[in-house]
């Protein structure tokens, strides 16, 4: 199976601050990579799709890049509401597969 | 409004088996795929099983398989995960999610989990 590394496992950042999450897949992935945002006691959400697509209502700050197998999530100004853990997620091949997560906590 | 509403968790012993159900509303469900995605405890997030929208196509886990089971009833709005042979490590919240296509893609609504616990 195709297993995605995130790093890194934790970020500490502030508000306003730029924040860059990088997800490497084991094989290439094509562009089928996406992100989501977890916060505690609440499902996931669809942030970006297709690397670079964004999910219904979620704001520009959020963008995604990359091709093959490194991927890069980056929030360019941290709002309070964005600190969460975030996953990457492939659908290139069977099984579909989760990175491991990346915990981004405020400074 | 989009919603998926998630059953049938609870506490089972080693070996034994649970039917989960996922009741979706707000859109047309048969022309969407349905996945269940879990969480153990302080753990990330492993997809387990994925069925298309006709429910031709389905697909699991490789630490599932022959296991589990997924299936839906599209004159219903609902899926299903049966679950037998369950082991300790099936322990998890159990996510249904809604796919953004009638193939098993992305997740774009999720429901808030119904928890399994598997323990003697």
């Known amino acids: 199976e195709i297993v995605l590394t995130q790093s890194p496992a934790t970020l500490s950042l502030s508000p306003g601050d730029r924040a860059t999450l990088s997800c490497r897949a084991s094989q290439s992935v094509s562009s089928y990579l996406a992100w989501y945002q977890q916060k505690p006691g609440q499902a996931p959400r669809l942030l970006i799709y297709?690397?670079?697509n964004r999910a219904t209502d979620i704001p520009a700050r959020f963008s995604g890049s990359g091709s093959g197998t490194d991927f890069t999530l980056t929030i360019s100004s941290l709002a309070p509401e964005d600190f969460a853990v975030y996953y990457c997620?492939?659908?290139?091949?069977?099984?579909?597969?989760f990175g491991q997560g990346t915990r981004l906590e405020i400074k | 409004e989009v919603q998926v509403l998630e059953s049938g968790g609870g506490l089972v012993q080693p070996g034994g088996s649970l039917r989960l159900s996922c009741a979706a509303s707000?859109?047309?469900?048969?022309?969407?795929?349905m996945t269940w995605v879990r969480q153990a405890p302080g753990r990330g997030l492993e997809w387990v099983s994925g069925?298309?929208?006709?429910?031709?196509?389905?697909y699991y886990a490789d630490s599932v398989k022959g296991r589990f089971t997924i299936s839906r009833d599209n004159s219903k709005n609902t899926v299903y995960l049966q679950m037998n042979s369950l082991r300790v490590e099936d322990t998890a919240v159990y996510y249904c999610?809604?796919?953004?296509?009638?193939?098993?893609?992305?997740?774009?609504?999720w429901g808030q989990g119904t928890l399994v616990t598997v323990s003697s």
């Open positions: 999610a809604k796919d953004s296509w009638s193939s098993v893609t992305y997740f774009d609504y």
């Open positions: 069925i298309t929208a006709s429910g031709g196509g389905t």
């Open positions: 997620h492939q659908r290139s091949d069977w099984p579909m597969t």
């Open positions: 297709d690397v670079s």
């Open positions: 707000g859109f047309t469900f048969s022309m969407h795929a």
